[in-house]
């Protein structure tokens, strides 16, 4: 079953801009991740943040993690069109992944 | 570096046929190896995981099975495919409890 809940459900925005994206969860974690999913494709891992972190980058990402608030959010600033897919969250906990639905970014040109 | 394939990408079977998905690493020893499905516009539902050789743990009650015979090897399989059983497959490794999972990409499966 399904424990991250990422919001928005879409995201649609022009290229430069920056994109936000939440993810909600409800248990105890080891650790949150991000991933990027091309149409059709594989996960793409992109951070991963431990519970004992608040914020963590990398490159253009941002993550920040509130475990009080069982929430993350993933920054991705001056956005291109590349960076068009979709975005889920995922909690660890002891190996028991959990993945989101994810929201999926589209990135105009 | 660490690769991992997975076949075939896309395969269309009819109802109540028997399935067998492989997926291989390499580059790697004794990763944890996990099988998903992600039904369409929706995220990922794990349906194995394996710590280790003939280890496997599963995660939601079904008609498939899994098995692990060789360190880097992962095969998903079925006896009798379901309507219900049609979705994209994903194998993925990682390099132990709380480490990044690396996916393949994936096959697409249509149950007929």
């Known amino acids: 079953s399904q424990q991250g809940e990422e919001d928005p459900q879409a995201l649609s925005i022009q290229e430069g801009e920056n994109a936000t994206m939440n993810c909600s969860y409800k248990?105890?974690?080891?650790?949150l991740q991000w991933y990027r999913q091309n149409s059709g494709r594989g996960l793409v891992h992109l951070i991963l943040?431990?519970?004992?972190?608040r914020e963590k980058h990398s490159g253009r990402l941002r993550v920040t993690l509130d475990t009080s608030k069982k929430s993350s959010s993933l920054l991705i600033t001056a956005s291109r069109a590349a960076d068009t897919a979709s975005y889920f969250c995922a909690t660890d906990n002891n190996n028991d992944m959990r993945f989101g639905a994810g929201t999926r970014l589209t990135v105009k040109p | 570096s660490q690769t991992i394939h997975q076949w075939p990408a896309t395969l269309v079977q009819p109802v109540g046929s028997p399935l067998s998905l492989e997926c291989t690493v390499e580059?790697?020893?004794?990763?944890?190896l996990y099988w998903y499905r992600q039904a369409a516009g929706r995220g990922l539902q794990l349906l194995f995981y394996?710590?280790?050789?003939?280890?496997i743990s599963s995660e939601v009650p079904q008609n498939l099975s899994a098995s692990r015979p060789q360190d880097r090897q992962f095969i998903l399989s079925s006896k009798k495919l379901l309507l219900s059983d049609s979705g994209f497959y994903l194998c993925?490794?990682?390099?132990?409890?709380?480490?990044?999972?690396?996916f393949g990409d994936g096959t697409r499966l249509s149950i007929l």
């Open positions: 943040i431990r519970s004992n972190e």
């Open positions: 394996s710590v280790g050789i003939g280890q």
């Open positions: 580059g790697t020893s004794n990763p944890n």
């Open positions: 248990t105890s974690i080891n650790n």
């Open positions: 993925a490794w990682s390099g132990g409890e709380g480490q990044p999972q690396h």
